[in-house]
């Protein structure tokens, strides 16, 4: 029915930037909030940062300006993590998820990409 598409992600020295996306499609009515979120080996997943459709956005403080989380303005089914200054400590497999009604069916749903692998070392 929805499929979220990730990429992006990779090996980055200490300090390095990434861009991850994620591209929507299927039988998407509405998107009520698009997000990201990541799991650190042995650890639980998190929230990273989320954006909700009038443009409003929350970030994990660990992340707080260095992250930024964006939509593609004419496309709103996709959605961007600029990561910067980047730490050992974010090193993790990061998932799109995203937050919709399903277009057959008119019922919610919550989305998850496939994950992306993001390994910060020098």
């Known amino acids: 029915q929805v499929q979220l598409v990730e990429s992006g992600g990779g090996l980055v020295q200490p300090g390095g930037s990434l861009r991850l996306s994620c591209a929507a499609s299927g039988s998407i009515f509405s998107i009520y909030a698009m997000a990201w979120y990541r799991q650190a080996p042995g650890k639980q997943r998190e929230l990273v940062a989320r954006?909700?459709?009038?443009?409003?956005?929350?970030y994990a403080d660990s992340v707080k300006g260095r992250f930024t989380i964006s939509r593609d303005n004419a496309k709103n089914t996709v959605l961007y993590l600029q990561m910067n200054s980047l730490k050992p400590e974010d090193t993790a497999v990061y998932y799109c998820?995203?937050?919709?009604?399903?277009?057959?069916?008119?019922?919610?749903?919550?989305?998850w990409g496939q994950g992306t692998l993001v390994t910060v070392s020098s």
């Open positions: 954006i909700n459709t009038g443009g409003s956005t929350k």
């Open positions: 998820n995203v937050h919709l009604m399903v277009a057959s069916t008119f019922s919610t749903l919550d989305a």
